[in-house]
C-alpha cells in the first residue's frame, strides 16, 4: 500500500534552517509528484511547491522563492524540503503528499511533521 | 496567481442536513479543482478529484460540481464523523492555491 513518512518534529531558533524528509513506499517514486503543504496554529492550508522526482523539476510558491529547496533521492525513495531562514511565522505543521496520476489533486499525505521556530 | 474565494467560513447544521460550501475562482480553472477534508491531528484526505470525480471509498453522500469559475461541494446528509474543515484546491500553470477553508460543526 502507499505511505508516505515523515522525519519527526523539529525546534529551531530564527534564522536557522530546517529540513524535513518524506519516504515514499508501495508504488513507483520516480513516476509521481510530490508536493509540500503547510498549515500554521489557527491557519488553513498553504500550499508551497512541488518536484517531479524523475527530473528533478520543481515550483514554489512566489512567497517562499529563495528560502524553500525541494530535493529528491531516488535511491531512497525520499522527498526532503528545506526552509532557511526561518522566522517564527514558520511555525507550522508540514506535509508532503503525492501528486495523483492524471490529475492535479493530492491522493496520499504524510503524517506531518511540526516545525517549531522559537527563540 | 489565481485567487479561491470558499465560503462560509464555518457552518453549524444538525446530523441529517444537506450542507453545501461553494469556492469561486478569479479566473477560468475548467475543472481543475479539487475537494479535501482535513481533521484536526490528521493528513488531509482527497474527496473530489477534478471537480466532480469521487474518490474510492468515499461515501457518496459526498459530491462536488461545477466548472469554470463557480464550484460546489455537498454533504447530502451530514453524520457526526462529517465534522472537519474542508478545503477547495485549485491548479493552475504549474501552480496551486488552497481555498481558506469551511469549518462545519454540528449543531
Known amino acids: 500500500q502507499v505511505q508516505l513518512v515523515q522525519s519527526g518534529a523539529e525546534v529551531k531558533k530564527p534564522g536557522a534552517s530546517v529540513k524535513v524528509s518524506c519516504r515514499s513506499s508501495?508504488?513507483?517514486?520516480?513516476?509521481?509528484?510530490i508536493t509540500w503543504v503547510r498549515q500554521a496554529p489557527g491557519q488553513g492550508l498553504e500550499w508551497m511547491g512541488w518536484?517531479?522526482?524523475?527530473?528533478?523539476?520543481?515550483h514554489y510558491t512566489q512567497k517562499l522563492q529563495g528560502r524553500v529547496t525541494m530535493t529528491t533521492d531516488t535511491s531512497t525513495s525520499t522527498a526532503y524540503m528545506e526552509l532557511r531562514s526561518l522566522r517564527s511565522d514558520d511555525t507550522a505543521v508540514y506535509y508532503c503528499?503525492?501528486?495523483?496520476?492524471?490529475?492535479?489533486?493530492?491522493?496520499?499525505w504524510g503524517q506531518g511533521t511540526l516545525v517549531t521556530v522559537s527563540s | 496567481d489565481i485567487q479561491m474565494t470558499q465560503s462560509p467560513s464555518s457552518l453549524s447544521a444538525s446530523v441529517g442536513d444537506r450542507v453545501t460550501i461553494t469556492c469561486q475562482a478569479s479566473?477560468?480553472?475548467?475543472?481543475?479543482l479539487n475537494w479535501y477534508q482535513h481533521k484536526p491531528g490528521k493528513a488531509p484526505k482527497l474527496l473530489i478529484s477534478?471537480?466532480?470525480n469521487l474518490e474510492a471509498g468515499v461515501p457518496p453522500r459526498f459530491s462536488g460540481s461545477g466548472s469554470g469559475t463557480d464550484f460546489t461541494f455537498t454533504i447530502s446528509s451530514l453524520q457526526p464523523e462529517d465534522i472537519a474543515t474542508y478545503y477547495c484546491?485549485?491548479?493552475?500553470?504549474?501552480?496551486?492555491?488552497f481555498g481558506g477553508g469551511t469549518k462545519v460543526e454540528i449543531k
Open positions: 503528499a503525492r501528486g495523483k496520476k492524471f490529475s492535479n489533486s493530492f491522493d496520499y
Open positions: 508501495g508504488y513507483t517514486f520516480s513516476s509521481y509528484a
Open positions: 518536484i517531479i522526482p524523475y527530473n528533478d523539476d520543481t
Open positions: 479566473q477560468d480553472i475548467s475543472d481543475y
Open positions: 477534478d471537480a466532480s
Open positions: 484546491q485549485q491548479y493552475d500553470n504549474l501552480l496551486v492555491t
